[in-house]
């Protein structure tokens, strides 16, 4: 069954369908793989239950974090020996003296993490010639010179991983999708503290914007993807 299986009901099913939402999309030449804010902040330290975990970070979104992360895992190692790019968007530390604005009065907690929190989980920890893009909104897109990384790489499809799927990682993927690359979110790849919130944006962007499935059919595709020169 679908992560949003018994969340979206067969009417809301039907009215995507009858819309025409849905369609196959395509796996390009050039495969990239995004990973978005895995950060201690956004995990804990180590897997913990969420309520347990918040208790560490506020912002953390517990164990369903920490599976995901095992599965970029995966990905990542896939990637690396095919010799495809690997992109970091994150968050960088806050400045509370000029980074507050708008995010601050929505999420006042995210002015207070501290260093290790900032961090990137060691399980996916980039090395170098992976690419870092510190980003200050939502969308890796925006602020960053992302899209002038992928042309230099010759990027045409974006896997998008991360967190958290309702946010940095929708927003990523939107934007991902008005730039024309194909997009691809492997939905166990990706995590959220609101387990409604992230079936429902998994079922909305598969019928608008990426080709959503389990990571294990995301690494055969890539898989048997040539890798070029």
């Given at each position: 069954?679908?992560?949003?299986?018994?969340?979206?009901?067969?009417?809301?099913?039907?009215?995507?369908?009858?819309?025409?939402?849905?369609?196959?999309?395509?796996?390009?030449?050039?495969?990239?793989?995004?990973?978005?804010?895995?950060?201690?902040?956004?995990?804990?330290?180590?897997?913990?239950?969420?309520?347990?975990?918040?208790?560490?970070?506020?912002?953390?979104?517990?164990?369903v974090g920490w599976a995901a992360v095992a599965r970029i895992a995966e990905l990542l190692a896939l990637f690396r020996g095919k010799g495809f790019p690997v992109l970091y968007p994150h968050v960088a530390p806050k400045n509370a003296a000029t980074d507050a604005g708008r995010l601050a009065e929505k999420i006042p907690t995210?002015?207070?993490?501290?260093?290790?929190?900032?961090?990137?989980?060691?399980?996916?920890?980039?090395?170098?010639?992976?690419?870092?893009?510190?980003?200050?909104?939502?969308?890796?897109?925006?602020?960053?010179?992302?899209?002038?990384?992928?042309?230099?790489?010759?990027?045409?499809?974006?896997?998008?991983?991360?967190?958290?799927?309702?946010?940095?990682?929708?927003?990523?993927?939107?934007?991902?999708?008005?730039?024309?690359?194909?997009?691809?979110?492997?939905?166990?790849?990706?995590?959220?503290?609101?387990?409604?919130?992230?079936?429902?944006?998994?079922?909305?962007?598969?019928?608008?914007?990426?080709?959503?499935?389990?990571?294990?059919?995301?690494?055969?595709?890539?898989?048997?993807?040539?890798?070029?020169?």
């Amino acid at each position: 069954m679908a992560v949003w299986g018994g969340i979206i009901t067969d009417e809301e099913e039907r009215r995507y369908d009858r819309a025409g939402f849905g369609g196959a999309g395509a796996i390009g030449t050039r495969p990239a793989l995004l990973i978005i804010d895995v950060q201690y902040r956004t995990v804990g330290t180590e897997p913990r239950p969420y309520w347990e975990a918040i208790e560490e970070y506020p912002t953390s979104c517990g164990d369903v974090g920490w599976a995901a992360v095992a599965r970029i895992a995966e990905l990542l190692a896939l990637f690396r020996g095919k010799g495809f790019p690997v992109l970091y968007p994150h968050v960088a530390p806050k400045n509370a003296a000029t980074d507050a604005g708008r995010l601050a009065e929505k999420i006042p907690t995210i002015m207070g993490i501290d260093a290790k929190g900032y961090e990137f989980v060691a399980e996916v920890a980039p090395r170098p010639g992976d690419v870092l893009l510190p980003k200050k909104h939502p969308s890796a897109f925006f602020g960053t010179p992302l899209v002038s990384h992928l042309i230099d790489l010759r990027a045409d499809t974006l896997v998008v991983t991360g967190c958290t799927t309702s946010g940095c990682v929708r927003a990523s993927v939107t934007d991902a999708f008005a730039y024309n690359f194909h997009v691809v979110v492997p939905e166990d790849a990706v995590y959220d503290r609101a387990p409604t919130s992230h079936a429902v944006n998994l079922w909305d962007m598969k019928g608008k914007y990426a080709d959503v499935m389990p990571t294990d059919a995301v690494m055969d595709v890539i898989g048997r993807v040539e890798t070029t020169a």
